[in-house]
Every structure is written in structure tokens, then in C-alpha cells.
């Protein structure tokens, strides 16, 4: 019943209804669509021969094209779609989440998901239809006419190197083991490390074609990666990779505005959404029948984690995207894709004069872009996802790079927040205390990270802060939401500040690669950030027992 679900929902994307209300773009109302098709279609078994076949059949674009490709074609029966037709407002929902699409500084076939990221509709039903349909390496055909030559259902060249939490666990699967809570932290930086790993190059680019790819990467994450770094023969530099934006309103979005007017469509909405229709393909790829409802897995996704383990949810996307393939693998795939692009018809005239060896350039740094600035970095919620009140005055920019990264910990809010709804009311709190109480401009630190996975922008990268008096523009002040004096952040937390967040800011130069990370209390008198993380802050690598920024002024 799930893929037929799937192809029923994907197929009244065609034909909804005119005139009918708009609901909310959230992802709960995809998930009720769902939930709504599954109650009304039959269980059985002959569904699940049925593939979705809608998205490729939509347009006749390049995309379109490899999608038919990859994975098949059948066609559509308009009566039995007919007989499975949604409530008015979610069939005119369907219709607007069908396409993604950056256009006029606006980014359209988005939802905001409960956990506060923006993901794209489009390559996560993808990703879900290619996981239905088993995880497969298809062999390409040396004729572009003509259809793949064999489909085995089998692992790549380079089997992924699947962690814990992507395991069938007993809920949903077979009998195999799940994930403890401790298992979710265990060592998803360990992957990212080794992710970040990427070749300089492609060894066989120069004296064959590729003869295999990977349906599942390449139809979510490998075409789309390929042709935004491709500009004629060369390579084009960082294209707006990942930009985010802002929701007209959070309760009952509708309007999603970039804030990079030159966005790429790569946004972070598309790469959230090929994240995890990777990851819930690859996952159903391995689930055997009967594969649980689609609502149910996706509710579980976006919420407290699939069956009950919260390492598989979309707070840490990044952590699992990184262990589900090696940067060589992925890198070999964006090959694979252009290389297949070159050859079906039409052809993409920006790939029609490209050497194997140009095109395997290419593969290799739009890896390497996706790799460090996306998955190796911390997911960044912007100041409109957790309601910030607008600065007050006109700040101040800083110079950078900056010398130095100051450890804070709130204290209050004294208990850590584990969801976007808590840590968004403790941004706001800290916020209405730092206007209204000490008369700031705005909250003080430059970010503050909770326990949710999510970094939280106050004054960000390029404003001075209010966070360490004397020495506020030569360093960020970064904040644990909690109270630190006797117990330490999540792990998850902790190596957001002492790894990732300054190896990001260093890297987009923001912050000097001889950084020395400081202790509140080392330059004022107080007791922040806590004894315990104290204590803990001493044995970090780029902490500085003795060095002091000179004050300001």
C-alpha cells in the first residue's frame, strides 16, 4: 500500500481542485495528506507494484529526464486517481508543494517542518520513491536511446557506510537492533571528519566513461549538485550554496523569502529535503514489506525520532547524511549523473562539449562545496525562526576576522531546551532581558546553541555583540542554553562549539585559524560559563589558559 499511496499522492498533484482554500505550508500538512490517502486506498499487495511516476512526468527538463530514466515509467490511471481524491485543501496544498523553485527572491515547494527547518517537497518524495523501489545500481547503456540494460538490486561500488541509527530497527523492520540514546552522539563528528575527506580527483575520469550508478543518489543529490557548479566548461564558485530565508509567518506559513537574492537552487530547504529523502530512501531500501504507512514514518522523521530513536529524525540530518556515503562515493556519483546527462537526449548544452575529465573536476568540487559548507557546518536557525524583535538602533559591524570565540552558558534559562518550541522561547526571553532589562540594542551573544541540534542566530556573524563586556569587538560570544555550574551540555552541543562552528567560520573567514577560544569568566568576574564546562573548556584545543585580548577602548 505505501508506494501505491505514494504514486496517488504524487499523482493528484495534476489534478487538484480550482477555487479551493490555501492551507499552512507545513510539513504536518503533507503528513496529513498522507495519512488521508493511506485511510481510503486498499492494502494490497498489487499496490505495491504501482511506482510514483508524477514528478518526471511534470515537465520535460533535464531533471525530469533522469528521474523518467533512473527509475522507470508507468503510466497514470486518471479514474483510479478519481477514486482516492484529497479534501479540497490539501489537494490545492499538493499542487503547491509539487515543484521546488527559486524565482524573484522566493523559493516555492517548501514546508516548514516542526523541528524549524524549511525542507523541499519535491526531492524528498523522490527520495521516498526511490527507497520503495530498492536500493539499486543501475547499469548505464552505452546508447543514450535506450533504457538502463540492467537494474540490480543491490549496493553500490562503494557500500555506505550506514551508522547505528540508520539501522532497520524492530519497530519498523526486521529484528536488527535500534539506537539507545547515547547511541545518537556517539560518533556522527567522527563521520563528518571523515566525509570532509574529499579526493582532488576522479583517477579514471580520463580514460572511461562511468558504467554504474547509484538510482538513489543520483535522482536526489547528484544531478542537482553537478549542474549548479557547472558554468560552460567551468567551474563556477560557490553558487549560493545552502541560503536560507524567512517564513511570513510561523503559525500558518505561506510565503518563504530568500535572504541571497542571488540563491542558487541549492537552498537550504532543497538540500534539507534531499538529505532526507536519502536517508528515509535508503532507510525504506532496507525495510522489509510490510514497510510502515508513509505518515507514520514521516511523523516519526520530523518528531521524537523513527521508532522511538532519536538519533534517525531530522534535528541531525547533517550527522547522518555524513555517515550514509563517503565524500569518493558521492564525488563518483555527481560524476556518474553528468556523465549520463551527456548522453541522454536532449543533451544540456552547458554539458554537451565537456570532457570526462571536466566533468569528474567538477564532480569533485561540488563535493567538496556540498561537504564543508553544508554538512560539515551547524545548522543555523536565522533570527525570524525563532521570532527575534528588531534590533533597536543601527549596530555596529565588526572587522573581521575576528582572534577570538567566548564560551558562555545562559544559566537562565536553567534547563537545556530540547525542541525549536522551547528554544525559540528562550531566545525570546533572553531577547525581552536584554532590551528591556540591561537597555541593549538586542540580545547579546553572537549565537546561542541548544540541545536540539540547532544553532540559534542572535547578532550573528557581522555584528558586534553585548556578550563580553571590554571585548566585544574582538571575538563572538556563543551561548549554551542552561545552566553549566555542575552538569555539561549534550555532547551533540559541545562539539557544535569546540568543531564545528568556528571550523565553518574559519573556513568562510570569519574567524582566525589561530582563534583562541576563552572562558567568560577569564576576561570578567563571573562564574560563567559554569564549573563543570569550565573545567571541560580547558581541555579543548584552542584553549587559552593564558592569552588575554588587550579591552576595548
Excluded at 534539507?272 to 530512501?281: H, K, M, R
Excluded at 575576528?402 to 531577547?431: E, K
Aim: include cysteine; hydrophobic fraction near 40%.
Amino acid at each position: 500500500m505505501v508506494q501505491g499511496v505514494l504514486w496517488i499522492l504524487l499523482g493528484l498533484l495534476l489534478w487538484p481542485e480550482p477555487g479551493t482554500a490555501s492551507m499552512p505550508l507545513l510539513m504536518d500538512s503533507v503528513i496529513q495528506a498522507l495519512a488521508e490517502l493511506e485511510q481510503k486506498a486498499p492494502a494490497t499487495n498489487t499496490s505495491y507494484v504501482i511506482s510514483a511516476r508524477l514528478l518526471s512526468a511534470q515537465s520535460s527538463g533535464p531533471h525530469n529526464h533522469l528521474h523518467h530514466f533512473l527509475l522507470g515509467a508507468q503510466s497514470l490511471n486518471t479514474d483510479k486517481l478519481d477514486t482516492y481524491t484529497l479534501s479540497p485543501g490539501l489537494q490545492f496544498l499538493t499542487k503547491e508543494v509539487a515543484q521546488h523553485a527559486v524565482r524573484g527572491g522566493q523559493e516555492y515547494g517548501v514546508v516548514l517542518a516542526p523541528d524549524g527547518s524549511t525542507v523541499a517537497v519535491e526531492p524528498l518524495l523522490v527520495g521516498l520513491e526511490a527507497g520503495l523501489q530498492g536500493h539499486r545500481v543501475i547499469n548505464l547503456p552505452l546508447d543514450s536511446t535506450d533504457a538502463p540494460q540492467d537494474v540490480e538490486a543491490t549496493a553500490p561500488d562503494t557500500e555506505p557506510n550506514i551508522p547505528d541509527v540508520i539501522a532497520t530497527s524492530s519497530g519498523l523492520g526486521d529484528s536488527s537492533p535500534g539506537v539507545t540514546s547515547t547511541d545518537v552522539e556517539a560518533n556522527p563528528l567522527d563521520a563528518i571528519t571523515s566525509f570532509l575527506d574529499v579526493p582532488t580527483s576522479l583517477s579514471n575520469a580520463k580514460t572511461k566513461s562511468p558504467t554504474t550508478i547509484d538510482s538513489l543518489l543520483a535522482v536526489i543529490v547528484a544531478e542537482n549538485l553537478g549542474m549548479t557548479f557547472i558554468q560552460g566548461p567551468q567551474i563556477q564558485s560557490h553558487p549560493g550554496l545552502g541560503a536560507e530565508g524567512c517564513w511570513d509567518q510561523l503559525s500558518a506559513p505561506r510565503t518563504f523569502t530568500l535572504l541571497d537574492p542571488k540563491a542558487s537552487v541549492l537552498t537550504m530547504a532543497f538540500l534539507n529535503g534531499a538529505l532526507d529523502g536519502a536517508l528515509l530512501g535508503y532507510y525504506l531500501s532496507q525495510t522489509p514489506e510490510p514497510r510502515p504507512p508513509l505518515s507514520s514514518l514521516l511523523s516519526q522523521y520530523y518528531g521524537a525520532g523513527v521508532a522511538g530513536h532519536p538519533g534517525l529524525r531530522s534535528n541531525f540530518r547533517r550527522q547522518n547524511g555524513a555517515a550514509l556515503t563517503s565524500a569518493t562515493t558521492l564525488a563518483q556519483q555527481v560524476w556518474r549523473a553528468l556523465a549520463l546527462l551527456q548522453k541522454l537526449r536532449p543533451i544540456h548544452p552547458q554539458l554537451q562539449d565537456m570532457s570526462q575529465e571536466q566533468l569528474a573536476q567538477v564532480a569533485t568540487y561540488a563535493t567538496q562545496e556540498f561537504t564543508e559548507v553544508f554538512l560539515g557546518c551547524p545548522a543555523i536557525h536565522p533570527r525570524c525562526r525563532w521570532g527575534a524583535e528588531p534590533y533597536r538602533g543601527s549596530p555596529t559591524p565588526l572587522k573581521l576576522p575576528l582572534g577570538f570565540l567566548y564560551v558562555h552558558h545562559t544559566y537562565i534559562p536553567a534547563s537545556p531546551c530540547t525542541d525549536l518550541v522551547r528554544c525559540a522561547a528562550s531566545m525570546r526571553s533572553m531577547q525581552r532581558f536584554h532590551q528591556n532589562t540591561h537597555g541593549w540594542d538586542d540580545i547579546g551573544y553572537s549565537f546561542v546553541v541548544g540541545s536540539d541540534g540547532y544553532v540559534y542566530e542572535g547578532r550573528g556573524w557581522h555584528w558586534v555583540g553585548a556578550h563580553t563586556r571590554g571585548h566585544n569587538t574582538r571575538g563572538f560570544g556563543v551561548a549554551f542554553v542552561g545552566n553549566y555550574t555542575a552538569a555539561l551540555p549534550t555532547e551533540a552541543a559541545l562539539r557544535t562549539v569546540r568543531d564545528l562552528l568556528p571550523r565553518c567560520a574559519v573556513r568562510a573567514g570569519l574567524l582566525r585559524p589561530d582563534y583562541a577560544l576563552l572562558g567568560h569568566r577569564q576576561l570578567v568576574r563571573t562564574h560563567c560559563p559554569g564549573d563543570a564546562l569550565f573545567r571541560l573548556l580547558s581541555t579543548w584545543p584552542h584553549f587559552s589558559a593564558t592569552v588575554k585580548p588587550r579591552t576595548e577602548g
